[in-house]
């Protein structure tokens, strides 16, 4: 059943998300960096390119992204004029696949009341969803560029990546980027990313996973029609991803519930400030937490990462 609707004649899409769902909430995660390039929140407004689906693939369409109080539904409006219905439906399978609107959270929204250690979260948390990435190079890209990095530096090779390989659509006074497209980035060359300062491993792998992308040889409709362990092993051959990005772009990426980054850095961090801990656990001790949250340490674990930023 879809979440969304489309009514003749109107400019907008209207999607019904199931509860709990936390706008607010989502709104402060997608705010938390002021260097973020692919998105923009202006008020309560989220405004965000998508490419078009085939073959309307021409130029790309800008999304303002709001909450509707009176009505509880997200909508969607297109300030550069309405595009066709084709198009408005998938900018409502976009947005849906972008808030993880199809994972039912009633499981774990009973954990958050009963885990001795989730329950010690801010209860405003509740409804949050995990604000993924509908495309699959984005995901492996952004996990790549942020392998043993700051998050700080992440973002300004991440900037420089989309503004120098990304398209842009400028509107009001305001430029609008998408993520470069996995077919202009198999063609580049490692020295083209270095000179953005990224390393000479992390421009070969991002390069090379453009090229298996290009050729066909790794997709997310592949990834998502294998087991979980399957779709873990496909990633895992990948040169430059390991365990950690593994599971973040299932996580991210797949609506993996069960994905579990468990060495995570802000992970341990922010464990350590919740159990008023002087020091941080340890992955076994992690682990053992963790039991009770069998099926849900992707949400677990986004739930902890939102106890580090304001």
């Known amino acids: 059943m879809s979440l969304f609707t489309i009514s003749d004649g109107e400019s907008r899409v209207n999607i019904v998300p199931p509860q709990p769902f936390n706008y607010e909430e989502c709104l402060v995660f997608l705010s938390r960096s002021a260097q973020e390039v692919l998105h923009q929140v202006k008020d309560v407004y989220v405004y965000k390119l998508m490419s078009p689906p085939p073959p309307h693939r021409v130029e790309p369409v800008l999304l303002r992204i709001g909450w509707e109080p009176a009505e509880a539904v997200i909508r969607i409006e297109f300030p550069l004029g309405v595009p066709s219905r084709t198009v408005r439906e998938e900018a409502g399978r976009h947005v849906c696949d972008w808030f993880d609107l199809g994972t039912p959270l009633a499981g774990f929204d009973d954990l958050l009341r009963s885990d001795p250690v989730l329950s010690r979260l801010p209860s405003s948390y509740r409804g949050l969803r995990i604000i993924g990435f509908p495309d699959l ?11 043993q990095i700051n998050l700080g530096f992440a973002y300004t090779l991440k900037r420089r990546f989309v503004e120098r390989f990304g398209a842009e659509l400028t509107h009001g006074g305001q430029t609008y980027r998408l993520h470069p497209d996995c077919r202009v980035i198999a063609e580049l060359e490692p020295a083209e990313l270095t000179a953005l300062q990224f390393t000479g491993r992390k421009a070969e792998y991002v390069i090379g996973i453009a090229r298996a992308m290009a050729e066909g040889e ?9 087991e979980q362990a399957e779709a873990q092993q496909t990633l895992l051959a990948l040169r430059g991803v390991g ?4 599971d973040y772009v299932r996580m991210k990426c797949l609506h993996h519930t069960d994905a579990f980054p468990i060495a995570d850095v802000g992970l341990h961090n922010a464990l350590k400030v919740l159990l008023g801990w002087e020091r941080k656990p340890t992955v076994e001790e992690i682990r053992r937490m963790a039991e009770l949250w069998r099926g849900w340490e992707a949400y677990a674990t986004f739930y902890l990462w939102r106890t580090l930023y304001v």
């Open 137 to 147: 190079f984005e995901a492996l890209s952004w996990a790549v560029i942020g392998q």
């Open 218 to 226: 790794l997709s997310r409709e592949r990834l998502l029609q294998q």
């Open 243 to 246: 365990a950690w990005t593994a």
